[in-house]
Each structure stands twice: as structure tokens, then as C-alpha cells.
């Protein structure tokens, strides 16, 4: 598959641990975040997303949070499971750029039985 | 079932030749993407088509080229000229109208020697 794993940091886990994976962004424009999974050889899979109006949004076992103060946004996954292996990627989208995302380069978890 | 399919899932070419990568959506979504995503890497936007008959370069548009004919299809031509054609290439689609969910394909790995 495709290694989209290599010189990624990466965070290792107890199953059943709580995640809490980290992004960084830098535009005080961008108005829209969201999260990706993306398993090897695939196409990322949609998380959680999030309006630059709000702090906090929850979904199931997931929750984003987004400090624009420190322009910081973090992805915590609750009862980690080996089906979340995976790269997590944030994306941001700069208000008025027609909806383009621009991503991060991604986070490794490794979750361990 | 909806979604995004992009087709061959592994592409092998000679260098010189030209090569087009298909993606079809039938999600009805009015915008589509194409992205490129090296190992280790984030994905880098090329290519993106907001409507039928109108598409606009990305970050990475040299050496690429795209066709938008029809609504539920976004074609992407490597050609020759493209310096570092091998990568895994993601096509997504989203509703439009501003910053929204984008769905990703499977993606097609290319290799070009």
C-alpha cells in the first residue's frame, strides 16, 4: 500500500487510551478546519470538522477543539481502538479561497493491542 | 452507492508518456479536486472545478493538465513534462458554495520509470 506513514510523527497508544493528536495553523483568516483518517493505500475519510465561530464540536468517541487565540486545533479520540491506526490529517480552509483546503502534513497513530 | 471512484488503483508508464487519471463522482457535487500526496507528505492541491467548464490551477498545476466536460467527471492528464510524475493522486469532490466537506476517491498510484 502506500506508505504515507514515512518521517511522520508519530503517536503511539494503549488500546483504549484517550488520543489527542495536534495541528498548528498560521492564517488568522481561516474560517473552517476539519479532520481526516487516512488508512495506508487509501483515501482519507472525513472526522469531525469545525467553523472558526465555534470552540468545541463533538462526535462520536471524537471531539475537535479549536483555540484561535494560539491558532491551535486538536483532534481527541476517547477508548482508542486498533481500527484507528492510521494518518490524521488537519486541513484549514483561508476565508474567501472558494472552499480550498490546505493540509497539514499529518500525524501517525499507532495503536497498540 | 454514491461516491467518488477513480480508476486504474495502480498505474505503471514509461517516461515521456502522457497519462490520464479518471475520476467520476455521483454525488451530484458541483466541485471537484485533484490532489497530489508524496510520501510523508500532506496533500498539495493541482487542479479544482467549481462548476462544468471551468477549472482553475492549484499549487502544483505545472505539468498537469484537466478537463471538466461533464458535472460527475474531472479527468487528469500527467503529462511528459511533469519533472516527478510517481506519486499517489486523490481526486474529491464537495457540494461547493464555500468551505464544505470535501470526499476523497481511493486514489490511483502512479509509476512512472
Known amino acids: 500500500g502506500e506508505s504515507v506513514g514515512l518521517h511522520l510523527p508519530t503517536l503511539s497508544v494503549q488500546e483504549g487510551d484517550n488520543s489527542i493528536i495536534n495541528c498548528a495553523y498560521s492564517?488568522?483568516?481561516?474560517?473552517?478546519f476539519i479532520w481526516y483518517k487516512q488508512e495506508s493505500g487509501k483515501g482519507p475519510q472525513f472526522i469531525i470538522d469545525?467553523?472558526?465561530?465555534?470552540d468545541k464540536r463533538q462526535g462520536q468517541r471524537v471531539t475537535v477543539l479549536l483555540n484561535k487565540t494560539v491558532k491551535h486545533l486538536s483532534l481527541q479520540i476517547a477508548a482508542t481502538q486498533p481500527g484507528d491506526s492510521a494518518v490524521y490529517f488537519c486541513?484549514?480552509?483561508?476565508?474567501?479561497?472558494?472552499?480550498?483546503?490546505?493540509f497539514g502534513k499529518g500525524t501517525k497513530l499507532s495503536v497498540k493491542p | 452507492d454514491g461516491g467518488i471512484t477513480q480508476s486504474p488503483k495502480y498505474l505503471f508508464r514509461k517516461e515521456g508518456q502522457n497519462v490520464t487519471l479518471s475520476c467520476e463522482q455521483n454525488?451530484?457535487?458541483?466541485?471537484m479536486y485533484w490532489y497530489r500526496q508524496d510520501p510523508g507528505q500532506g496533500l498539495r492541491l493541482i487542479y479544482y472545478?467549481?462548476?462544468?467548464?471551468?477549472?482553475q490551477k492549484g499549487d502544483i498545476a505545472e505539468g498537469y493538465s484537466v478537463s471538466r466536460e461533464k458535472k460527475e467527471s474531472f479527468p487528469l492528464t500527467v503529462t511528459s513534462a511533469q519533472k516527478n510524475p510517481t506519486a499517489f493522486y486523490l481526486c474529491?469532490?464537495?457540494?461547493?458554495?464555500?468551505?464544505?466537506?470535501?470526499?476523497f476517491g481511493p486514489g490511483t498510484r502512479l509509476t512512472v520509470t
Open positions: 469545525i467553523r472558526s465561530n465555534m
Open positions: 454525488l451530484n457535487h458541483d466541485a
Open positions: 492564517n488568522s483568516a481561516s474560517d473552517y
Open positions: 472545478s467549481q462548476i462544468v467548464n471551468d477549472f
Open positions: 474529491a469532490s464537495s457540494i461547493g458554495q464555500g468551505p464544505v466537506e470535501q470526499y
Open positions: 486541513a484549514e480552509n483561508i476565508r474567501g479561497s472558494q472552499g480550498n483546503l490546505i
